[in-house]
């Protein structure tokens, strides 16, 4: 398969992409690293990246940021980065790529665990995931060309620990194998409109 991995330098993205790269040819995207420069924040961006990646079988986004602040501290800019970042920014991969695309091509997006379980901080981030997985549900009703598209929603990361673990006290980390096999599930099975949950 040819598979467009976009954030493929991230945390997560390395390794889905070193997983991906040893039985498959990827093509990674992030705004400063890659084989292609794209900004999902930004359509135009997107839809150039579709049209220099030529044909792809399976397109994996595990980029895009929303602002993490106290509830009291945020303004309606800060909304918006994730808004247009991790939100629109993932239902713009589908919205082009439901053009671009060929037939029986797969669409993997990625939230987390604060759709489901958020933590102080998060109302943005969590309103932004909520926001996809009701996106991934709804689009697949209508999709054509038998793309699928689905989500993988994870909670914290064991990469992540580190930089992240003050903020999910008590919660397990979740093992990057596990991780890395939620995107193998979406990518090379048959699932369509699914939020795949590796919370624990
Ligand atoms: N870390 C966790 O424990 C965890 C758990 C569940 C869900 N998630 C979610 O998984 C995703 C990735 O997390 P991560 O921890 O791997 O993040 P990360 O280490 O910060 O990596 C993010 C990657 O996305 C790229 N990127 C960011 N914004 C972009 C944009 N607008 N356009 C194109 N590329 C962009 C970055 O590359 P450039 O800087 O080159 O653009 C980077 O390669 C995030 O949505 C995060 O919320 C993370």
Redesign the pocket.
């Known amino acids: 398969m040819r598979i467009l991995i976009?954030?493929?330098?991230?945390?997560?993205?390395?390794r889905v992409t070193e997983h991906f790269s040893m039985e498959h040819q990827v093509i990674l995207?992030?705004?400063?690293?890659?084989d292609i420069q794209?900004?999902?924040?930004?359509s135009e961006?997107i839809e150039k990246m579709y049209r220099d990646a030529g044909e792809l079988d399976a397109v994996i986004c595990?980029?895009?940021?929303?602002k993490w602040a106290p509830f009291y501290d945020m303004s309606e800019a800060d909304y918006q980065v994730g808004l247009q970042?991790?939100l629109m920014?993932q239902v713009n991969l589908v919205r082009l790529g439901a053009e671009y695309l060929p037939k029986g091509a797969s669409i993997t997006l990625?939230?987390?665990?604060?759709a489901d379980d958020p933590v102080p901080m998060t109302t943005s981030?969590a309103m932004v995931?909520g926001g996809i997985h009701s996106f991934v549900k709804a689009v697949d009703l209508e999709i054509k060309k038998g793309i699928r598209v689905n989500v993988?929603?994870?909670?914290?990361?064991e990469?992540?620990?580190e930089?992240?673990s003050s903020y999910f006290p008590g919660h397990h980390?979740?093992p990057m194998d596990k991780?890395v096999r939620a995107y193998i599930r979406s990518v090379e099975g048959r699932g369509r409109g699914e939020i795949i949950r590796i919370y624990e």
């Open positions: 976009i954030g493929g330098y991230g945390t997560i993205g390395k995207a992030g705004r400063n690293n890659g794209v900004d999902i924040s930004d961006s595990i980029a895009g940021e929303a970042s991790k920014g990625t939230t987390g665990i604060l981030a995931n993988v929603s994870s909670g914290l990361v990469d992540a620990v930089k992240y980390p979740i991780v």
